[in-house]
């Protein structure tokens, strides 16, 4: 199925009104969407709205349940050990943890498919090198490594992002050398070569369009994971450290209050939980667009219905 395209490169508008009707169709990815939109806009306005509002403490609140209304509305998901508005903290630490996030995907996502552009196009010694590398890399589990390295360089915002970068790398790496080996036998592909482009040229202009949707796709769920594992070691008091906090530093400092105050952990918990699981019908509907085959068996459903 053709794209129509603007005279300015972009999509069309007919073709971004065809991808809204297939968003819509899909019930389930339309409703992850617009609460990935709700964080969005969360993570990019709280801070500056409600940030000395999340940190003021209140000790009369203190552990204060759900729907705790003679606090205030802010109190409606309950207060934790301070006396601190859960619902403002979830607002104000999205950004904290939407930002660590998607600064670790897209390290990971650059440097990783640049290697794997490199390793599958050349095939050659240097690729040999990067792949060991990769392997030696991925030969660690993920976390046992981000705690060895934050062990030594000690916790903070920038030192998760660089653990959390590099444990991923291999990802795209790999993923993206299995796709420009086979694309670069493909006819277009030779044909250009053929016709004298450059190595440059054909990587940018001919092999990374095609294998662009596949890493999208999972940059995508890789977001998720990358934020599972931050609160992973958020937890295990390794994370970005106070005053700074992000959900899943939240629910570390809840993890003491399970029996009495289970609240504390149990709404930043609930939060993670739904993103990732946004982040991933997300993934599968791009994945479903971005193939022409199933999406015109998407819009024939959508048509028939």
Known sequence: MRTTIASNGQPSRSTIRRYLSLLWHDKFAAAAVLFLLLVFCAALFGPAVFEASSNRINLIARNAPPLSFKYGWAFVLGADSLGRSILLRLIVGAQNTMLLAASAVICSLVIGSFLGFIAGYRNDWTSAVIMRVADVVMSFPSLLLALIVLYVLKPGIANVILVLAITRIPIYLRTTRAEVLEVRERTFVTAARIMGASPRRLI??????????????????????????????SFLGLGIQPPAFTWGAMVAQGQSYLSTAWWVAFWPGVAITLTAMSLNLFANWLRIVGDPVQRWRLESRKKSS
């Not at 092999?207 to 977001?223: D, G, K, N, S, Y």
């Open 204 to 233: 940018w202009r001919h092999i990374r369009p095609t294998v662009t949707p596949t890493l999208i796709t999972i940059a995508t769920l890789e977001f998720a994971f990358v934020m599972l594992s931050e609160s992973s070691l």
